[in-house]
């Protein structure tokens, strides 16, 4: 199992960022995808997740307007689009996967198996 993340960068306050998770070793169908970040001396934080079936989503209230999750059947990749990035955005953002979420965990870390190695996300002011 692979989780590839990429397309973290430095953006302005405002700006836009698309994050990708390249996906490999699964059979997704029965998988939920996520995107949890980490802010240095900071726990993770759940900010977006999608039932690779179906494709519901649920977001955090911090992000919920702003950030986009998506996914790309045909090449196994999601997708996370943030709009009106702000500094306190500033993180390295995970791609997370697995199949035994239900709704009660989704935003908790520890219920992911599987996890991407992280790209950074810097916002300044």
């Known amino acids: 199992v692979q989780l590839q993340a990429f397309g973290g960068g430095l953006v302005q306050a405002g700006g836009s960022l698309r994050l990708s998770c390249a996906c490999s070793?699964?059979?997704?169908?029965?998988?939920?995808m996520a995107w949890f970040r980490q802010a240095p001396g900071k726990e993770r934080d759940f900010v977006a997740a999608?039932?690779?079936?179906?494709?519901?989503?649920r977001y955090s209230d911090s992000v919920k307007d702003r950030v986009t999750i998506s996914r790309d059947n045909a090449k196994n990749t999601v997708h996370l689009q943030m709009n009106s990035l702000r500094p306190e955005d500033t993180a390295v953002y995970y791609c997370?996967?697995?199949?035994?979420?239900?709704?009660?965990?989704?935003?908790?870390?520890?219920?992911?198996?599987?996890w991407g190695q992280g790209t950074q996300v810097t916002v300044s002011s």
């Open positions: 999608v039932r690779w079936s179906g494709g519901s989503t």
């Open positions: 997370v996967s697995d199949s035994r979420i239900i709704l009660s965990s989704i935003r908790t870390p520890s219920a992911y198996d599987y």
């Open positions: 070793g699964l059979s997704l169908s029965s998988y939920t």
